[in-house]
């Protein structure tokens, strides 16, 4: 079945390392894809070392948890190295925000928060005592680390990555206000948003969740719908079902 995404122009805001996937996913629709990176991944002011020499020693801590891929990614050639050396006599339980984060881990995970959101897994979490290192990013609040400390462990947070706000080139900003779809995967993206276009969007914007939309709103952004999971399959279909709805 033709998707209703066939032939339209749909604005993706992710870094361009992460719009790979989704670009795919969407040409395979039959959509116009327009790529206008309002955001790039970036290493922590100090270039990872305080991340680096932490990871070096996550055998010492009770948890391990992670909340996202971007983290999982810097995470996951320590949890490899260790596994290859053999050496670690004990591991960290795994935590992960969602399954997309789990994957990227490239090892067994015990406990995954779904949906994926970060007050998931503070609902999740067991109650206990011992020690947790958080691997967050930079625009992470400390909510999950108060919940944890809440249900009794010592939590140790560390910045694994920084998330860097880009401005469109002069030439994006056409394409990108006339587009038919605009999808807003984080709330960092939708501030890189209002910051480069103020409130002004395509008549559809979908956004790839609760916490997404939540920003996107509080900034003044008129949004259509909110995926139900945070996948981007999820939110490719409710694209698609705004526009089917405006077609009936």
């Known amino acids: 079945m033709a998707s209703s995404l066939g032939n339209r122009s749909v604005v993706i805001t992710r870094s361009i390392a992460q719009n790979e ?4 996913l969407l040409e395979a629709r039959g959509a116009e894809v327009v790529e206008v990176p309002l955001i790039a991944i970036a290493e922590p002011d100090d270039d ?5 020499e932490v990871l070096q020693r996550f055998h010492e801590f009770d948890w391990l948890v992670v909340t996202s891929p971007n983290g999982a990614e810097r995470v996951a ?3 490899a190295a ?23 881990l490239g090892t067994a995970v015990s406990l995954i ?22 691997v967050q990013g930079n625009l992470a609040d400390d909510s999950l680390a108060q919940a944890l400390v809440a249900k009794g462990w010592t939590v140790n947070q560390v910045v694994a990555y920084q998330t860097v706000q880009l401005r469109p080139a002069a030439d994006m900003v056409q ?8 999808l807003l995967a984080s709330g960092s993206a939708a501030t ?28 003044g952004i008129d949004v259509s719908a909110v995926a139900s999971e945070q996948t981007l399959e999820s939110l490719l279909e409710t694209a698609e079902r705004v526009l089917e709805s405006q077609n009936h």
């Open 21 to 24: 996937s989704l670009r795919h």
């Open 48 to 52: 990872g070392r305080e991340r680096d």
């Open 77 to 79: 050639p320590f949890l």
């Open 82 to 104: 260790a596994q290859a050396a053999g050496d670690a006599t004990q591991y960290p339980s795994i935590a992960a925000v969602g399954d997309a984060t789990a994957r990227s």
């Open 113 to 134: 928060a779904q949906p994926a959101r970060a007050e998931a897994l503070a609902d999740a979490f067991p109650h206990g005592q011992g020690s947790v290192l958080l």
């Open 175 to 182: 394409p990108a206000l006339s587009a038919d779809v605009l």
């Open 192 to 219: 890189g948003w209002c910051e480069a276009f103020g409130t002004s969007t395509p008549p559809v914007v979908v956004a790839i969740g609760p916490s997404t939309a939540k920003v996107a709103q509080a900034l």
